[in-house]
């Protein structure tokens, strides 16, 4: 007598929100895979198995880890300073700025991709920690740009303790967080009715 066939699961698809929401955090964090997989519904199998078949930039080929790119962006300009009266300041200047305005963009994006709790703290802190160094970059832009407005204190624009502004901006990037959850229970309630006794 023959044996039956054991039965085959139906392969499993997934919308292009899912994908493209899963290389974003898959490639542009440093989110555990483990993470983005309980976010996600799938095991860290398939999402291993995702990042091959779409041709994600696999985590095990990075490059070695390098300066962030809004720090080498910061110290750019901390270089370009001592310059800022020669003729090449307001091309430096522009050329920094647009790198920033790249910078924030990403910053943007990847804002509302938090996974889990630990995990939005974790981004919190970085994103904080970027948008910090990011805006001393843009300080010192300025500075570049009108180098005799800057005369007195090179650290007139700067905030007077780093730190304490970048844990005052990550607990405000948390409340934000926050707030967008709790919107988004509460249209999520709305739109279920009242509830029925």
């Not at 490639?27 to 198995?49: F, K």
């Given at each position: ?48 198995n ?42 430096v ?49 300025r ?19 780093p ?18 959850r ?16």
């Amino acid at each position: 007598m023959e044996k039956p066939n054991p039965p085959t699961r139906p392969t499993r698809t997934y919308t292009p929100e899912l994908l493209a929401h899963a290389k974003l955090r898959y490639e542009d964090t440093d989110e555990t895979q483990d993470s983005i997989a309980a976010d996600l519904g799938v095991s860290r199998r398939t999402l291993g198995n995702l990042a091959k078949k779409h041709g994600w930039a696999l985590r095990k080929d990075r490059p070695p880890r390098d300066l962030p790119q809004a720090l080498k962006l910061e110290i750019e300009a901390t270089k370009a300073l001592p310059n800022a009266a020669s003729p090449d300041a307001p091309s430096v200047a522009d050329r920094l700025e647009a790198a920033v305005e790249k910078e924030l963009r990403k910053v943007e994006s990847l804002r509302s991709q938090f996974g889990n709790s630990a995990q939005r703290s974790i981004e919190a802190e970085r994103i904080a920690r970027t948008l910090a160094t990011l805006t001393e970059t843009l300080f010192k832009v300025r500075r570049l740009r009108n180098p005799a407005n800057s005369v007195a204190s090179d650290d007139d624009d700067l905030p007077s303790d780093p730190d304490a502004f970048r844990h005052a901006l990550a607990y405000r990037i948390e409340a934000f967080v926050r707030s967008r959850r709790e919107l988004a229970g509460a249209e999520a309630a709305a739109d279920a009715g009242p509830a029925q006794s």
